[in-house]
């Protein structure tokens, strides 16, 4: 089976994420409710909104655990329903569960995914071996995943997502239970991981403090998307000092006028 | 450090064949690893058909008298007559056991790490399913090498052509647990399928006694054993084990693979099955939320 080429028409170069028109229903519940917005090659795009604001459906679609029925998700060009192979390819994805097989060693846990994208066991060595240097946990590689750290386990999670060259890397709250110290380190290393790979990045979160000044903000509410763009833009968007107040005023705003609606 | 060839990022290569190969590799490799971790599996899977054959073929042996029926060419002993059926309850165990393995899986995410393998589903869940398969038969082959000292000895040709069967039944067997696991939310329900599963197919089936045998007591349990799809498991087995192809059998059990796998690749669907519809393994459905 070969690649298939990119999907869209225009666009030209395609988008690392391009979201368009998604609507997704459970019942009468409308988890994501006319979604639109885009990522660019090599951006950090911070998703923020809270616990419930449609963040986890976003990426179950976007990983095709399901899939869409309405609008297009395409990754790099790739259209996730119509050509899946290519666009998965193209992802690296952290999960907001802890997805490691805790009885198997660290080395094992990264072997398995490599195989699950197809390389050599011999490649899949090498590329482990590298990616777990990065994360500076290449000591750890015969210890059994159970052994490690909550954060330990998260920068072997980001080693195993980075494992096949992905274009865009996906976290879901990555940073969900761990200490501040844990939380610091994992996001910048993910940023800078993010700068040498020339890495679009999707940073699901509802902790403010995570935005840093440089990246695109996604806000989601309800569903629905209620600010997009730099930092800046939506300070001025918004007309607030800073984002903790930018987010008060959209989430409220809406709240407001959904319940009047 | 060794670095990786890394590939150019503008020529992502597409799913090549020796991808695929890799991808099954890897899948079947986990499984295994994950079956030396659990030694107690190991000898589980052993000790429960042993203990059926040293002990309870042991009682009936008196009781019973099993004529000559194909494919016997004499008189056997009830040890001998069980043995394929004892197969079977190994694949049964095992079937169901990788199913419970996937329910484990989606709950603690595994699952999803599969699922985002740029390989089609259908060839994931297939290779999910022949890592069950080749564990079952490690099991098989221990197990008939323990009944060869107990007299249980078919032709040397029987062993090598009992694998295609013990493949093809342990497919449907896995399939239907993987079926059915897709409709479990969480580990806790699964026993009471296994109950309302294995044991029913079990015992309704010509394992442990000759159908003709049971005609004579109930012809209703007849029926259903007739209708029962593992009948047809051990019999593939047993007529296989003794060089012989039943054709009824392998068409029933090819049959029944079919539609079970068909079902699950179904269930596990992304846009059509089960899971869209729930809202997704690992148990937290974005259902209805407090907005």
Same mark, same amino acid.
């Given at each position: 089976m070969s690649s298939p080429g990119?999907?869209?028409?225009?666009?030209?170069?395609? &988008?690392?994420l391009e979201i368009s028109g998604l609507t997704h229903a459970f019942g009468q519940n409308?988890?994501?409710?006319d979604v639109n917005f885009t990522i660019d090659p090599s951006r950090f795009c911070v998703l923020l909104g809270l616990n419930g604001a449609g963040k986890t459906t976003l990426f179950s679609l976007v990983t095709r655990l399901y899939s869409n029925t309405s609008g297009a998700i395409r990754v790099y060009g790739h259209d996730v329903r119509r050509s899946p192979g290519a666009a998965l390819q193209r992802l690296g994805v952290v999960f907001?569960?802890?997805?490691?097989?805790?009885?198997?060693t660290v080395m094992q846990n990264l072997l398995y995914h490599a195989a699950l994208h197809g390389f050599t066991p011999r490649e899949a060595r090498a590329r482990a071996e590298s990616q777990l240097e990065r994360v500076k946990l290449l000591d750890r590689?015969?210890?059994?995943? &159970?052994?490690?750290s909550g954060g330990q386990m998260r920068r072997v999670e980001i080693a195993r997502a980075l494992l096949h060259d992905p274009q865009l890397l996906l976290l879901d709250e990555?940073?969900?239970?761990?200490d501040i110290d844990s939380r610091r380190d994992i996001l910048e290393r993910t940023v800078a991981l993010c700068q040498d790979d020339q890495l679009a990045v999707l940073w699901a979160t509802h902790?403010?403090?995570?935005?840093?000044?440089?990246s695109q903000i996604v806000m989601l509410h309800h569903g629905k998307v209620v600010a997009d763009g730099s930092h800046d833009a939506v300070l001025s968007g918004s007309a607030t000092e800073n984002i903790s107040a930018a987010f008060a005023k959209l989430t409220q705003d809406k709240a407001v006028g959904s319940a009047a609606a | 450090m060794t670095s990786a060839p890394v590939p150019n990022r503008s020529e992502v290569s597409g799913l090549s064949l020796s991808g695929y190969l890799n991808c099954m590799r890897g899948i079947v490799w986990r499984e295994a690893l994950r079956f030396l971790q659990q030694r107690e599996r190991f000898v589980a899977a052993l000790v429960r058909p042993l203990v059926w054959l040293f002990i309870f073929a042991a009682g009936f042996r008196s009781v019973l008298g099993v004529s000559i029926?194909?494919?016997?060419?004499t008189y056997v002993l009830y040890e001998v007559y069980v043995t394929p059926g004892l197969v079977g309850m190994i694949q049964l165990f095992n079937g169901m056991q990788s199913s419970l393995s996937m329910v484990y899986d989606r709950e603690m995410g595994n699952m999803r790490t599969l699922l985002?393998?740029?390989?089609p589903r259908w060839f994931l869940l297939t290779s999910k399913l022949m890592a069950g398969v080749a564990v079952s038969l490690l099991q098989v082959a221990v197990f008939l090498a323990i009944t060869w000292f107990w007299e249980?000895?078919?032709?040397?040709f029987g062993y090598l052509a009992v694998i295609p069967a013990l493949i093809l039944s342990g497919l449907m067997l896995g399939a239907l647990g993987m079926l059915l696991s897709s409709g479990i939310?969480?580990?806790?329900?699964?026993a009471g399928i296994m109950n309302f599963v294995i044991f029913p197919m079990f015992f309704a089936s010509?394992?442990?006694?000759p159908l003709w045998r049971m005609k004579e007591t109930s012809p209703l349990l007849y029926e259903i054993c007739q209708y029962n799809p593992f009948t047809y498991i051990v019999e593939l087995i047993r007529f296989a084990l003794y060089g012989q192809l039943n054709l009824q059998a392998l068409a029933i059990v090819a049959g029944f693979t079919v539609v079970f796998l068909g079902g699950a690749i179904f269930a596990y669907n992304?846009?059509?099955g089960l899971i869209a519809r729930r809202g997704g393994p690992g148990g937290n459905a974005p259902g209805p939320k407090g907005g």
């Amino acid at each position: 089976m070969s690649s298939p080429g990119p999907d869209t028409a225009g666009s030209n170069p395609p &988008r690392a994420l391009e979201i368009s028109g998604l609507t997704h229903a459970f019942g009468q519940n409308k988890a994501l409710d006319d979604v639109n917005f885009t990522i660019d090659p090599s951006r950090f795009c911070v998703l923020l909104g809270l616990n419930g604001a449609g963040k986890t459906t976003l990426f179950s679609l976007v990983t095709r655990l399901y899939s869409n029925t309405s609008g297009a998700i395409r990754v790099y060009g790739h259209d996730v329903r119509r050509s899946p192979g290519a666009a998965l390819q193209r992802l690296g994805v952290v999960f907001q569960q802890r997805t490691l097989d805790l009885d198997l060693t660290v080395m094992q846990n990264l072997l398995y995914h490599a195989a699950l994208h197809g390389f050599t066991p011999r490649e899949a060595r090498a590329r482990a071996e590298s990616q777990l240097e990065r994360v500076k946990l290449l000591d750890r590689a015969k210890d059994k995943a &159970r052994r490690l750290s909550g954060g330990q386990m998260r920068r072997v999670e980001i080693a195993r997502a980075l494992l096949h060259d992905p274009q865009l890397l996906l976290l879901d709250e990555p940073t969900v239970g761990l200490d501040i110290d844990s939380r610091r380190d994992i996001l910048e290393r993910t940023v800078a991981l993010c700068q040498d790979d020339q890495l679009a990045v999707l940073w699901a979160t509802h902790l403010i403090d995570e935005v840093t000044p440089e990246s695109q903000i996604v806000m989601l509410h309800h569903g629905k998307v209620v600010a997009d763009g730099s930092h800046d833009a939506v300070l001025s968007g918004s007309a607030t000092e800073n984002i903790s107040a930018a987010f008060a005023k959209l989430t409220q705003d809406k709240a407001v006028g959904s319940a009047a609606a | 450090m060794t670095s990786a060839p890394v590939p150019n990022r503008s020529e992502v290569s597409g799913l090549s064949l020796s991808g695929y190969l890799n991808c099954m590799r890897g899948i079947v490799w986990r499984e295994a690893l994950r079956f030396l971790q659990q030694r107690e599996r190991f000898v589980a899977a052993l000790v429960r058909p042993l203990v059926w054959l040293f002990i309870f073929a042991a009682g009936f042996r008196s009781v019973l008298g099993v004529s000559i029926i194909p494919p016997y060419e004499t008189y056997v002993l009830y040890e001998v007559y069980v043995t394929p059926g004892l197969v079977g309850m190994i694949q049964l165990f095992n079937g169901m056991q990788s199913s419970l393995s996937m329910v484990y899986d989606r709950e603690m995410g595994n699952m999803r790490t599969l699922l985002i393998s740029p390989y089609p589903r259908w060839f994931l869940l297939t290779s999910k399913l022949m890592a069950g398969v080749a564990v079952s038969l490690l099991q098989v082959a221990v197990f008939l090498a323990i009944t060869w000292f107990w007299e249980v000895e078919p032709p040397l040709f029987g062993y090598l052509a009992v694998i295609p069967a013990l493949i093809l039944s342990g497919l449907m067997l896995g399939a239907l647990g993987m079926l059915l696991s897709s409709g479990i939310k969480q580990l806790e329900n699964f026993a009471g399928i296994m109950n309302f599963v294995i044991f029913p197919m079990f015992f309704a089936s010509s394992a442990l006694y000759p159908l003709w045998r049971m005609k004579e007591t109930s012809p209703l349990l007849y029926e259903i054993c007739q209708y029962n799809p593992f009948t047809y498991i051990v019999e593939l087995i047993r007529f296989a084990l003794y060089g012989q192809l039943n054709l009824q059998a392998l068409a029933i059990v090819a049959g029944f693979t079919v539609v079970f796998l068909g079902g699950a690749i179904f269930a596990y669907n992304p846009s059509k099955g089960l899971i869209a519809r729930r809202g997704g393994p690992g148990g937290n459905a974005p259902g209805p939320k407090g907005g």
